[in-house]
């Protein structure tokens, strides 16, 4: 029964997860969990507990929902809905094949988009890099600085006040 499609009450069960709690990670994440409706019954794939799981983790650590979105569309594979607007599944090899062919054009542009930002961030590391280490070169120079009154005021001789009035000094 692993590999099997199953209702959503026996996955929920299967987790011992609340039937409720399963059916609100089904409806927001839906683009990511196989499903398949026959007769008005939905039957869920045999990933789809493994991704509930996944999902119930994230929400323990705190995320938000878009940001479980985010996690999941890097790890999970998108679901494509192929049906049209009338919900049957008359798309023709060649709809199929051009609604595939746009996704992963989609796709692509998103990671063009990504790796641009990417190059955009290294560059400002390396800019931050290199204003940190003129920084740390300028705190150098003025800690010496610091450091070199006190050497003159160690090397002259002290003098008392009544002795710099009769100018005479001690040793």
Request: aromatic fraction near 6%; charge should be neutral.
């Amino acid at each position: 029964m692993a590999g099997a499609w199953r209702l959503i009450t026996e996955v929920a069960e299967n987790l011992n997860m609340p039937e409720s709690t399963a059916r609100r990670y089904v409806k927001l994440f839906n683009e990511f969990i196989p499903q398949r409706t026959v007769n008005r019954v939905t039957r869920y794939g045999p990933e789809a507990a493994e991704i509930l799981l996944q999902v119930a983790e994230f929400y323990r650590q705190g995320l938000t929902t878009a940001e479980v979105k985010e996690r999941l569309s890097g790890t999970v594979p998108q679901v494509l809905d192929m049906e049209d607007a009338e919900g049957s599944t008359a798309l023709t090899p060649v709809e199929r094949l051009a609604v595939a062919l746009e996704t992963l054009a989609n796709q692509r542009a998103a990671i063009e988009r990504i790796d641009e930002r990417g190059r955009q961030l290294e560059a400002k590391d390396r800019e931050l890099e290199e204003k940190i280490n003129d920084i740390q070169t300028r705190l150098q120079q003025l800690e010496e600085q610091k450091k070199e009154p006190q050497k003159i005021v160690n090397n002259s001789r002290v003098m008392a006040w009544w002795r710099k009035l009769f100018k005479r000094e001690t040793v």
